[in-house]
């Protein structure tokens, strides 16, 4: 049975500062990875999306890399914004599996 | 334009009550997903469709009854409503379940 992990919990940080989310994951046989970020009372905005014959993705200030045969992924988050702030999440699909399975998240503050 | 749409955004109910909540795509996928969010904000994949058949039923109580009448909406009813069915539930799409996730803003339900 897949297990998502995330840690931190909580990070509140500078704004200005690069900082780095972690996430890992039990079952390495996965077909793709998706970063989150839910704001308040919101719904989930998708980030990026790696596939697992991928190491990483980029979309502007954020870059996720991926690591599956150690179960990792990382998001860097570079030159952070008071904007940032949001609880980020994310999510695994295994091999032969139709859903997503979901860490608890680390909820980002991003001090001005 | 609204990718994904969910109706209601806020569900207050009594306890025994049947209740029914929307969802609508326009983004053309062919999948579609329900996900709970628990109190503790851990999201759990509830059901899936793919072109109205459906694909993913974790273990839910049989009082919840995801109907498809179409490939762009997918509704979820839910029978006898108990106070641990309060969560906030998000509908999702993609083009098939390989690729990239689309939530809409999720609907808090909250039973008294």
Request: hydrophobic fraction near 30%; charged fraction near 20%; proline fraction near 4%.
């Amino acid at each position: 049975k897949q297990e998502v992990t995330q840690i931190p919990a909580a990070l509140s940080v500078p704004e200005g500062e690069n900082l780095v989310l972690n996430c890992s994951f039990t079952d390495s046989a996965i077909y793709n990875l998706q970063w989150f970020r839910q704001d308040p009372g919101k719904g989930l905005t998708s980030l990026l999306l790696i596939q697992s014959s991928q190491r990483e993705q980029t979309s502007g200030r954020l870059n996720a890399s991926l690591d599956k045969s150690s179960g990792r992924s990382t998001l860097y988050i570079a030159a952070s914004q008071p904007g940032d702030s949001a609880t980020y999440l994310c999510a695994v699909r295994g091999q032969g599996a139709q859903k997503l399975v979901f860490g608890q998240g680390t909820r980002l503050t991003i001090n001005p | 334009d609204t990718a994904v749409s969910q109706t209601p955004k806020y569900l207050v109910t009594q306890m025994g009550n049947d209740k029914s909540i929307k969802c609508e795509q326009n983004l053309g996928h062919d999948t579609m997903y329900w996900y709970k969010q628990d109190s503790k904000k851990f999201l759990k994949i509830m059901f899936s469709y793919n072109n109205k058949e459906l694909i993913i039923n974790e273990t839910v109580p049989n009082r919840f009854s995801p109907k498809s009448p179409d490939k762009a909406h997918l509704n979820l009813h839910i029978n006898s409503l108990e106070l641990g069915d309060s969560a906030v539930y998000f509908c999702a799409s993609s083009h098939a379940a390989a690729y990239e996730q689309y939530f809409g803003p999720g609907t808090r339900l909250t039973v008294t």
